[in-house]
């Protein structure tokens, strides 16, 4: 049977959420607003729109729109600064052999991400030509937890969502999964996405008689 599996990009296949905060602390110490880990936790799978507002909203700050679009392209430049310097050893494990062993299943592989930098990542760690289709946040009007990033890859690849299998790191992610009556797959802590239909630490957790219950299940 042909599946497609729709990965998520940070947080499921490399760690960029570290860069997104250095450089949202930045824009933040420079309007004095304070920024924890634990408020970046937050901001994961969240647009880079949305990030801002949410910021301005702990500090109590309003701003005017053309500072709001300067912030905004001045934390993308500096992120893309740390981005420039990735390469495949910022892969997250196991990655690489999850892609393979689909690939050599002959599965179809998607990339679903609400990141505008997406295919940029996947250059410089070297999986672009892994995926078939890339749906980033350059081809959706609503973000996660609205289906459509999850429904576009699937009808790109011309599979019905009961036959997609989402790996996500974000609550909003996983119900995006859900909605779109795909089966969702938590990569992270069981805690946070319990909402989820398996959940694994990260990949090296799975092993491939459960990509072959996957190949053969269908979302109900
Ligand atoms: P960008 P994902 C998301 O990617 C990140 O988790 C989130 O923190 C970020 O704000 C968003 O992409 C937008 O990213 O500024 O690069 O467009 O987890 O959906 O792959
Ligand atoms: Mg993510």
Same mark, same amino acid.
């Given at each position: 049977?042909k599946k497609?599996?729709?990965f998520?990009?940070?947080?499921?296949?490399?760690?960029?959420?570290?860069?997104?905060?250095?450089a949202?602390?930045?824009?933040?110490?420079?309007?004095?607003?304070? @920024?924890?880990?634990a408020?970046?936790?937050?901001?994961?799978?969240?647009?880079?729109?949305?990030s801002?507002?949410?910021?301005?909203?702990w500090?109590?700050?309003?701003?005017?729109?053309?500072?709001?679009t300067?912030?905004m392209?001045?934390?993308?430049?500096?992120?893309?600064?740390?981005?420039?310097?990735?390469?495949?050893?910022?892969?997250?494990?196991?990655?690489?052999?999850v892609?393979?062993?689909?690939?050599?299943?002959e599965?179809?592989?998607?990339?679903?991400?609400?990141s505008?930098?997406?295919?940029?990542?996947?250059?410089?760690?070297?999986?672009?030509?892994? @995926?078939?289709?890339?749906?980033?946040?350059?081809?959706v009007s609503?973000a996660?937890?609205?289906?459509e990033?999850?429904?576009?890859?699937?009808?790109e690849l011309?599979?019905?969502?009961?036959d997609?299998?989402?790996?996500?790191?974000?609550?909003?992610?996983?119900?995006?999964?859900?909605?779109?009556?795909?089966?969702?797959?938590?990569?992270?802590?069981a805690?946070?996405?319990?909402?989820?239909?398996?959940?694994?630490?990260?990949?090296?957790?799975?092993k491939?008689? @459960?990509?072959?219950t996957?190949?053969?299940?269908?979302?109900?």
């Amino acid at each position: 049977m042909k599946k497609a599996f729709i990965f998520d990009l940070d947080g499921v296949i490399v760690d960029t959420a570290k860069y997104h905060f250095l450089a949202w602390q930045n824009l933040a110490s420079s309007l004095g607003i304070s @920024f924890s880990s634990a408020q970046n936790e937050q901001l994961k799978g969240v647009s880079r729109i949305r990030s801002l507002e949410k910021i301005l909203e702990w500090g109590n700050k309003t701003i005017s729109e053309e500072e709001f679009t300067r912030l905004m392209s001045e934390k993308n430049e500096e992120y893309l600064e740390y981005i420039s310097k990735m390469d495949a050893t910022e892969i997250l494990p196991d990655v690489p052999r999850v892609l393979d062993l689909l690939i050599s299943k002959e599965q179809a592989i998607a990339l679903g991400s609400a990141s505008k930098n997406a295919r940029v990542i996947l250059d410089k760690v070297g999986l672009r030509d892994k @995926f078939q289709t890339i749906v980033d946040g350059t081809n959706v009007s609503k973000a996660k937890p609205d289906p459509e990033v999850f429904l576009i890859g699937a009808q790109e690849l011309d599979i019905s969502p009961e036959d997609c299998i989402v790996f996500e790191d974000s609550v909003a992610g996983i119900q995006a999964a859900n909605i779109a009556n795909m089966i969702s797959i938590g990569i992270g802590d069981a805690k946070v996405l319990h909402e989820a239909d398996y959940i694994f630490k990260d990949f090296t957790e799975i092993k491939e008689e @459960f990509i072959n219950t996957l190949v053969k299940t269908q979302k109900v």
